[in-house]
């Protein structure tokens, strides 16, 4: 039992820091050139926002319905 906890550890701290190392290099927005004015860019949140809300709705629904059982 202590074997698979520590493996589970192991495994859960190399995805953390692969995820920590790979959110360093995403940006939403393109490097700043100051010899003209741009035009304003737009964050695009419609991805991962949705993502976010649908596992939360889904969690939410599944502790309710715990809570009724």
Do not use: W
Not at 40 to 49: C, K, S, Y
């Amino acid at each position: 039992m202590q074997r698979i906890i520590g493996r589970m550890a192991i495994v859960r701290a190399t995805i953390m820091i692969v995820l920590l190392i790979a959110a360093t290099n995403v940006q939403a927005q393109g490097p700043d050139t100051f010899d003209e004015p741009s035009p304003a860019q737009d964050v695009p949140l419609d991805g991962g926002v949705s993502l976010l809300l649908a596992g939360t709705a889904a969690y939410g629904i599944k502790k309710l319905q715990q809570k009724k059982s």
